[in-house]
């Protein structure tokens, strides 16, 4: 029975805590220069440091905090005596941070040793950290992130949850959200882009972005093609890309409330996807490959991510399309199941595919009609695309987005004759 009793919370505590100290003590020992007296403190330090936190977390809170501010007061005359050749704070701010680990480990060890992890990953990231900050990232980066996070983290939570206004067709947090997806849009295809080039960055934040909103991502590829930051073939293609995972999406929803639905339009549902797809890569086929000079430019140090500008008078015109139809909903809701749901797939497809689908499933409407209310519900989301188009990148990336979308639903509708065993 002395085994099994050594497994207790004390021995998992020890555990860690030396984990911890020693992980944390390694880092600050490969960190030093060829002068040990220039470094307060290396593996013995920080793993003493960390046992201390522990032995206090046992004795009791007024030793923690005389612990706490005894380790503090190490720290800070370790850095008096190192500053005239280490003019750094890292290791003199570690000490505490660890001493605190080591305290925490009596409470939550599993939490414990995740940050403990945390802390020497972040030590040991140094190069890669200063590199990314000063020669990666730009000025005009960083205040889009800041922009990005207040937006989320700042404004977000201040927004009214509930919709007001007549038939509560004003959303607030709905606007918001809007503005935010085109703002990440806008960063995860610069970030791409910076990454990878135009050619295969753009389309790949276009495909990603896709699955968030593709009626912001097909705004955002128009707005950066106006602007000249991208090609126009790459924009219309990572548009289509985006609208494809859109339509991915739609097909899985589909295929959760009615499978028998999904059964009954899979040449429809397929035949639109493989379209698209088809669409874009013609499009980045016949597209030039990029010199060396235009991937300097398009990846120029000097841009930012986004055009906040630009980003909050599109989600203002999505935000109207969007209440237009709501309204539309709410005073002619009556004519029928099916023209409520063409109606909100101006807005939002995916609710519209729900709705249908949930129809066909308590066989409200027939499987003929439920497969043609699809395509309509496609053709009007593609609508409210080729609007959204046309506003943000101008009459020739409009042209494109829409003939090809107009192509994929063609071809879709056609194969409404073809046989399907149901």
Aim: glycine share 10%; net charge positive; hydrophobic share 60%.
């Amino acid at each position: 029975m002395a085994l099994p009793s050594l497994v207790t919370p004390n021995f998992v505590a020890v555990a860690v805590t030396v984990g911890i100290g020693l992980m944390i003590g390694i880092e600050r020992e490969r960190a030093r220069s060829g002068d040990d007296d220039g470094h307060p403190g290396g593996i013995r330090t920080f793993s003493l440091v960390s046992l201390a936190g522990l032995l206090a977390a046992w004795v009791g809170p007024y030793m923690q905090l005389a612990g706490f501010l005894g380790v503090t007061a190490l720290a800070v005359a370790a850095h008096l005596r190192s500053r005239a050749t280490d003019h750094g704070l890292t290791t003199e701010v570690a000490m505490p941070v660890t001493f605190l680990l080591g305290s925490l480990t009596t409470q939550a060890p599993a939490w414990t040793a995740g940050l403990g992890v945390l802390v020497a990953v972040l030590l040991a990231s140094k190069n890669t950290m200063h590199r990314f900050s000063r020669q990666v990232l730009t000025a005009a980066e960083v205040r889009d992130g800041l922009i990005l996070a207040a937006a989320v983290l700042v404004v977000l939570p201040l927004l009214p949850e509930q919709p007001f206004g007549p038939a509560g067709l004003l959303d607030l947090r709905r606007l918001w959200l809007l503005l935010v997806a085109l703002l990440a849009i806008g960063m995860l295809g610069h970030v791409s882009q910076r990454l990878l080039g135009a050619r295969a960055g753009v389309p790949l934040a276009g495909f990603l972005a896709g699955f968030a909103s593709s009626t912001a991502a097909t705004a955002n590829f128009g707005q950066r093609v106006r602007d000249g930051v991208i090609d126009g073939r790459i924009g219309v293609a990572s548009a289509l890309l985006a609208n494809l995972a859109s339509l991915l999406m739609f097909i899985v929803i589909v295929g959760g409330l009615a499978p028998r639905l999904l059964l009954a339009s899979a040449w429809p549902l397929a035949t639109a996807a493989t379209a698209l797809l088809v669409s874009a890569l013609l499009l980045l086929w016949h597209q030039p490959r990029e010199p060396a000079d235009v991937r300097r430019e398009l990846a120029d140090v000097g841009s930012g991510a986004f055009r906040l500008r630009h980003a909050a008078l599109l989600a203002l015109a999505i935000f109207a399309i969007t209440v237009i139809a709501g309204a539309m909903n709410h005073w002619f809701g009556a004519a029928g199941a099916m023209t409520t749901a063409i109606i909100a797939a101006l807005a939002e497809v995916h609710a519209a595919a729900a709705s249908i689908a949930q129809l066909a499933a308590t066989d409200s409407i027939g499987m003929d009609r439920a497969v043609l209310g699809l395509l309509l519900v496609l053709a009007a989301s593609f609508v409210a695309k080729g609007v959204v188009a046309a506003l943000s990148g101008g009459r020739l990336y409009a042209l494109r987005f829409c003939s090809s979308l107009g192509l994929a639903l063609l071809l879709a509708g056609a194969t409404l004759a073809l046989p399907l065993a149901m």
